[in-house]
């Protein structure tokens, strides 16, 4: 059972606190984009083994949506974030690196 | 024979007799004893049957890893199967039965001779069970069911109490041996917050029976006395660390009552506890030796074997010859002569034995013989004798020993089954032949750290000098890597004996032919043989955890603790390859099994999971309401009078409604306020049709879809004012729906701004419907304008009706004229009972969720999660008038223009009436010509909702058919699940398609 620490509120949730929503960063598609574009944005998740960058809802807190940096394959987390960005924030990278030197950003 | 000693045995108590039955028969046993060692020392040896040949069979162990001794534990509605007896505290009044047989333990007619079981070779399900397909139902899954599977499963509902308990520490530490007592001392003395958990009712583990310390008892003793004086140490006593999973979670198992059923007490506790580091001090597990015989009863381990002596004052046999390749064994031996037993001889498979225990036991004129194994056990349900054959040949017996008892030891295997459970790597030791924790690849936590310690014997030093070593110094890393610094050492004397090395055995003799190997048992539960994996092997199987599910090696309840590592040295024999490379199988928690109770805790019955009541909750109990669960809910079905069926109740609230006027509860009804600026916007993306335009004071139908496209929720949306709009879900639908919006506003269109409050609870909503509505809250008084003019259809007002706040919307999900009034949730049970009063002149009638959903399906309106169920869009449903064109975007319009959804062969609603009136089966699918390339029967539609309605006195069904719309009048034929006759062809039934609106289709009742 994964701990992350909620960004808004402070507390370290236990994941049945937490609701689960998949990958971040996904960049929406609406009408008029390619079928390509569109599939990737619904369907298509690398499903990485290794760093992940993903969505969690503090559903039985105080409800606010987070993003958390997480090894999937060691469930080490490299920290939690604030929803409203479009990518990892500097300080995310920099705490990945510092434990994955090898990893780079897509 | 097995019997009671004259004296000795640490942890009974003689002056208290305790009466109990076995297979009906009166025994006694003393205090303290355990179910094995009470069976024991009356004479007892024989506990069980295997699963697959249903060998006789005795206990081996003493401890949690018992793979034979499992009996039915209790009777009645407290009847418990697989319990391990050597796990079983004996108390006064217990009851146990012997499983796996028939007609009894003693003679068994399913007794499988080892002639007849060559038939039944590894593997022998795949290979015989596949063709003919249909003998698969009716001749072979009967047949394994009859003769296979442990024990009975209770029939009556558990009586007992279990409880969870919840823990926060900085610390757990499994086992209360030396190992982790030390550890226990190192961390509280650091002012750790501590949990120390032993799974048997007694700290100390092995030291007192195995010597090493000169007074082992008094150190345990003393130790526990200081731990308890700790306030930041707790230690529970039988309570078992059962499984680590991630980021420290723990949990323990904690057998409270077993021994005394029907106490007040809860029968068992999980502990949920979250620890910031785990200390594994889980001790070692012998292994057997494999030799031909080595599963009959009256041969046991070597260690059990004096466990039962030192802590029970039981011997397992007069005559017991030792069998081993180690110096452990020597202690059984000793231990036996001091008892004033008789050892024949230690039959050692090492060439040369030479050591400190060797030197004992010779000293004790016992006679060692070197170089030598055993040929084979005589005696069918018993020992009576081993033959003897030199370890390096063939197996030509070279004498024979007469005995009743066997101890084996193969050697030790730490028990590292939570270093395991979350990802922690083994390493190969050579010099003890054992899998141990491989310190450079633990299992880690959040912060990428190593979160389990493995000490002791757990780390492989078996040897107690070493041991206690090894456990001070893991604990002082431990309590480092926490942050505090250890305080100065205090280690107890010892005088642990050095110990020679031993030789790995992994079968007995070295050159034993297939006779032999197929009398070598691995796996004494499951009935797996040394021959069974080399099969295994031969036939390709060479992945570790193939060969397990293949020979079902290490699949039984014991989980191999036994088996494990012996069946990986066959596999890897068989295979050339070192153990290492074979690897093992990855171990699971429970570490042991536990109930079913202490995982349910105190969720069952009334608190299995919250209720959500409305404020009328009380007012329908009242009344008799047949009750449907709807989500947490609970919504009156119908209510029925007095022997009125729910058919005929349903029946009259539909007509009492549609002819008079009828109260539905619709408390439970999302609601869900979406405020501020971009309100409008934001409600234009979440529905399919355009919402921004709506005015103040109006309300409109909506269509929720997710980003696939699919329908996910319907309802009105009522504009309180310019910024505010109110959302009705669906009742199941309220929580997700708000989920839904805050992830959209959140994570996608965090710079609008709109707020959301889901106020479902906030009001209690009461549908008014059926012609005399209008006239029924005229007659409460009230200042709102409720005429056609003055509140039309969909339109919504606020005011005061009969003295309560109320809001009245003009919608109808019945086709009758319908007022649905919301009023604060404290007012509503007198709002309700305000208009049962002033509506009793015209027969007002409470209708439930049965009547409201025929209504709607006589109206054609479709109900998410009938009509909808996650595959299916607006379009399906003929409702395009709700998606609008105008728009640039909202949530599924991408969706909908995929080709799979504009696909013209896509599924459509609409109407079936059966030529007979009959009503249509639920989930009926109408069928079509030919067949698919499963060979089933095409089908073009399925019925989505289907009742009998009392209004036109026929059954309607709806329905998603093949060009549905385009076929009206057609009739197709649907199937049903009737039994047909004898011989005979499948029952269908016909029906025809029409419009899905089956009741006033010019809407003429609800626009009064």
């Known amino acids: ?106 | 024979m097995s019997s009671r000693l004259p004296q000795g045995g640490r942890l009974i108590d003689r002056s208290t007799r305790m009466a109990f039955t076995f297979n009906g028969t009166p025994m006694t046993g003393f205090r303290g004893d355990t179910l094995a060692s009470a069976l024991l020392a009356n004479g007892q040896r024989l506990m069980g049957r295997s699963f697959k040949y249903h060998r006789p069979r005795g206990v081996v162990t003493s401890g949690a890893e018992e793979p034979n001794a499992l009996v039915n534990l209790g009777r009645g509605d407290r009847l418990e199967p697989n319990q391990r007896a050597t796990t079983t505290p004996l108390f006064d009044g217990l009851t146990a039965r012997s499983q796996n047989h028939w007609p009894s333990l003693e003679y068994d007619i399913g007794e499988v001779n080892v002639a007849l079981s060559r038939f039944l070779p590894a593997g022998f399900y795949y290979k015989t069970f596949i063709h003919p397909r249909v003998a698969w139902k009716h001749v072979f899954e009967p047949f394994i069911r009859q003769s296979a599977g442990l024990g009975k499963a209770p029939k009556k509902p558990d009586p007992d109490r279990y409880e969870h308990f919840y823990a926060h520490v900085d610390v757990v530490i499994a086992g209360a041996g030396m190992a982790g007592l030390q550890a226990a001392l190192v961390a509280g003395r650091a002012g750790l917050n501590v949990l120390l958990c032993e799974q048997e009712g007694h700290a100390g583990g092995r030291l007192p029976v195995d010597g090493g310390m000169a007074d082992a008892d008094g150190w345990i003793e003393g130790t526990v006395a200081a731990l308890a004086a700790m306030p930041n140490v707790t230690m529970r006593l039988n309570t078992q660390v059962s499984g680590v999973y991630d980021h420290g979670y723990v949990l323990a198992y904690e057998r409270i009552a077993d021994d005394a059923p029907g106490s007040d007490a809860p029968r068992h506790r999980l502990w949920r506890i979250r620890a910031r580091h785990v200390i594994a001090a889980t001790g070692a597990l012998e292994r057997p030796l494999s030799f031909a015989g080595n599963d009959k009863p009256g041969v046991m381990l070597a260690s059990a074997l004096r466990d039962y002596i030192v802590n029970y004052g039981v011997s397992a046999g007069d005559r017991t010859v030792i069998v081993t390749n180690n110096d452990d064994a020597y202690r059984t031996a000793l231990a036996i002569k001091a008892a004033g037993l008789d050892v024949p001889c230690i039959v050692d498979a090492r060439p040369e034995v030479t050591g400190d225990l060797p030197a004992r036991a010779r000293a004790a004129g016992i006679e060692v013989k070197t170089g030598m194994g055993i040929a084979e056990v005589r005696g069918r349900k018993g020992v009576t004798g081993v033959r003897l054959c030199r370890q390096a040949g063939s197996g030509v017996p070279v004498e024979e020993v007469a005995c009743d008892a066997v101890a084996m030891s193969g050697g030790w295997s730490p028990v590292v089954h939570l270093w395991s459970h979350c990802g922690g790597k083994l390493t190969w030791d050579d010099a003890g032949a054992f899998f141990r924790p491989d310190h450079a690849r633990p299992p880690t936590n959040q912060d990428g750290a190593g979160f389990v310690t493995c000490l002791g014997a757990a780390d492989g030093a078996l040897v107690t000098q070493d041991a206690l070593s090894n456990a001070d110094a893991m604990a002082r890393q431990v309590v480092g890597a926490l942050g505090v610094k250890p305080a100065a050492a205090d280690l107890p004397e010892t005088d642990s004996v050095a110990e020679a090395p031993l030789m790995p055995v992994w079968v007995m003799p070295h050159g034993a032919g297939p006779k032999k190997r197929a009398k070598m048992w691995l796996d004494f539960q499951n009935d797996v043989k040394v021959s069974d994996v080399q099969l295994a092997a031969q036939e390709g199987f060479e992945s570790v955890e193939h060969t397990k599910r293949y020979t079902t090696l290490g699949m039984a309840t014991d989980q191999g603790k036994l088996s494990n590592i012996n069946g990986l040295a066959i596999l890897a024999e068989a295979r050339g390859a070192a153990i290492p490379d074979v690897g093992t199988t990855t171990f699971r928690p429970p570490y042991t099994p536990i109930s079913m109770g202490a995982i349910a805790g105190e969720a069952r019955g009334e608190i299995f999971q919250p209720l959500r009541r409305t404020p009328i909750h009380d007012w329908h109990a009242g009344r008799g309401a047949y009750w449907e669960p709807v989500g947490y809910w609970r919504r009156p079905y119908c209510f029925p009078q007095e022997d009125e069926s729910h058919a005929d109740a349903v029946a009259r609230e539909i007509d009492a409604t549609r002819n008079g006027v009828g109260l539905l509860d619709a408390s439970t009804l999302g609601k869900i306020i979406v405020k501020g600026p971009d309100a409008g916007r934001f409600m234009d993306m979440l529905y399919t049709n355009m919402m921004s335009s709506l005015k103040p004071g109006r309300c409109r139908y909506g269509l929720m879809c997710n980003e696939n496209g699919f329908l996910m929720d319907d309802g009105v949306v009522a504009r309180l004012n310019d910024d505010t709009f109110l959302v009705h879900t669906t009742t199941g639908g309220a929580d997700h729906v708000h989920a839904h919006m805050e992830d959209w506003l959140q994570c996608e269109w965090w710079d609008w701004q709109v707020f959301t409050a889901n106020v479902t609870e906030a009001w209690a909503q009461i549908a008014v419907v059926g012609p005399k509505a209008r006239t029924v809250l005229e007659k409460l008084g009230t200042g709102i304008d409720l005429s056609a003019e003055g509140l039309p259809f969909m339109a919504w007002a606020e005011g005061r009706i009969g003295g309560f706040d109320a809001r009245v919307f003009r919608i109808s999900f019945s086709g009758e004229l319908s007022f649905e009034v919301a009023v604060p949730a404290s007012q509503g049970l007198a709002f309700w009972e305000a208009l049962m009063e002033a509506g009793g002149e015209f027969g007002i009638t409470p209708y439930g969720t049965e009547a409201l959903h025929v209504m709607r399906a006589e109206k054609g309106f479709i109900m998410i999660g009938d009509e909808t169920d996650g595959t299916v869009i607006p379009q399906d449903l003929g409702l395009d008038w709700a998606i609008s064109k105008k728009k640039d975007d909202y949530l599924g319009k991408r969706a909908h223009e995929r080709s799979h959804m504009t696909d013209p062969e896509r599924w459509k609603l609409v109407g079936l009436e059966t030529v007979d009136g009959s009503v249509l089966p639920d989930g009926s699918y109408a069928i079509a010509e030919g067949e698919n390339a499963n060979g089933q029967r095409n089908t073009q539609g399925r019925v989505t909702s289907t009742y009998y309605s009392p209004t036109l006195g026929k059954g309607i069904a709806m329905g998603l058919v093949l060009n549905g719309p385009d076929r009206m009048g057609e009739v197709l034929t649907f199937n049903t699940t009737e039994v047909p006759e004898r011989g005979g062809p499948p029952k269908t039934i016909e029906a025809q398609i029409v419009s899905p609106v089956f009741y006033d289709p010019e809407g003429e009742k609800q626009n009064v």
């Open chain 1, 1 to 106: 059972m994964l701990i992350f620490t909620c960004p808004y509120c402070g507390i370290a949730a236990e994941e049945t606190e937490l609701t689960p929503g998949g990958e971040a960063h996904l960049k929406r598609y609406g009408p008029g984009s390619s079928d390509d574009d569109f599939e990737e944005y619904l369907f298509l998740r690398p499903n990485a083994k290794g760093v992940h960058f993903e969505r969690w809802r503090h559903s039985h807190g105080c409800g606010k949506w987070f993003l958390a940096a997480r090894d999937t394959a060691t469930l080490e987390v490299f920290g939690t974030y604030s929803a409203q960005t479009t990518e990892p924030p500097a300080e995310i990278v920099t705490a990945i690196r510092a434990k994955r030197p090898d990893w780079s950003p897509a």
